[in-house]
């Protein structure tokens, strides 16, 4: 009786619901590949779209239609990558990766057509952090799947073969210069309490505008970089320098009075969101070394803050 079970049960073939679940996993897959949380949906999306359009024949005949989802899903990101490269010449400023809320910051983590939003199936780890992120983007599309995948995802070469369309051996190799890039770029990262406590110190500096006490938490040799995208005013090149970012933020401080910061978890570290009139304007994540901040990157792009803008995103008020 249990064999007749069995047999029935494969001529059933993959479990809908099991197909649906893998949706999590593979949008964490193409956050990380792509650094856009509208693309990432964009490819998970088109993943599901190609595995509805088989035939019921074509589906049972996958051995594991989880691996047949993710092979999918990194062919179609490794696509977008290439693609994006040419876009992101043409884009107007520094192009930086979409930053996303922690979900427990949230209202109610629904979008506002009433399903789950993307970035709610986004697992926040220091593979999502800005910094990770950021180094990412230096890499070539090929690196920067054979790294997602062997080193964050844990897939062996030769199935990271598969999707990236080299042998293994060379799928070796990107993930090893991938590797490469993200140690040179890394620095020693504060504790999580240590960061916490500057963000709050560099929050109360700004509300205050003390330049002096912003220099003091600045790196001399601190970055500011600011995606606009040509949607709204913002500098078009990085702010070099602990001195000129102060007088900056001090200056974007007198043009918009009314300015509320709040300290929230960006790409799962501390950082600010501002807020002008009830609306999320930008949204800053910092990088951090020997007790100051290095780099600030706030992106002002409104098509990349509606995580925290439309209803369900981030709560206006101080926790």
């Known amino acids: 009786m249990s064999t007749t079970a069995g047999q029935a ?17 593979l949008t964490n897959l193409a956050y990380r590949l792509l650094g856009s949380l ?20 074509q589906q049972e005949a996958i051995e594991s239609p989880g691996a047949w989802l993710t092979t999918v899903a990194g062919r179609i990101c490794l696509d977008v990558l290439g693609s994006a490269r040419a876009r992101r010449e043409r884009y107007v400023g520094a192009w930086l990766p979409e930053p996303l809320p922690d979900r427990t910051e949230w209202f109610s983590g629904r979008s506002a057509d009433g399903g789950a939003d993307p970035a709610d199936r986004v697992t926040l780890d220091e593979s999502v952090n800005m910094a990770f992120l950021v180094v990412l983007e230096s890499m070539t599309p090929a690196e920067r799947v ?44 504060a504790p999580a309490a240590g960061q916490a406590a500057l963000v709050r110190d560099f929050k109360e500096a700004w509300e205050a505008k003390d330049i002096k006490a912003l220099v003091g938490l600045l790196d001399p040799a601190a970055t ?96």
């Open 38 to 57: 509208a693309e990432a949906e964009d490819a998970v999306q088109e993943t599901y779209t190609r595995w509805y359009a088989m035939t019921r024949r």
């Open 146 to 189: 054979a790294f997602i995948l062997h080193d964050v995802f844990r897939y062996p070469f030769p199935e990271v073969a598969g999707i990236v369309g080299r042998t293994p051996a060379a799928c070796r190799q990107l993930a090893t210069s991938g590797r490469r890039r993200v140690r040179d770029a890394k620095a020693a990262a």
């Open 9 to 25: 049960q494969d001529r059933r073939g993959p479990d809908p619901g099991d197909v649906v679940d893998e949706r999590g996993h």
């Open 224 to 319: 500011m970089t600011s995606d606009g995208g040509g949607l709204v005013g913002t500098v078009l090149r990085p702010v070099e320098g602990g001195d000129l970012i102060a007088q900056y933020l001090i200056h974007i401080s007198d043009k918009a009075p009314g300015l509320a910061l709040l300290e929230r978890t960006v790409n799962g570290r501390p950082g600010l969101v501002a807020q002008h009139s009830g609306t999320t304007v930008t949204v800053a994540a910092f990088d951090f070394d020997g007790g100051r901040v290095t780099r600030i990157w706030a992106v002002r792009n409104p098509e990349k803050l509606r995580p925290w803008t439309e209803p369900g995103g981030v709560s206006g008020t101080e926790g």
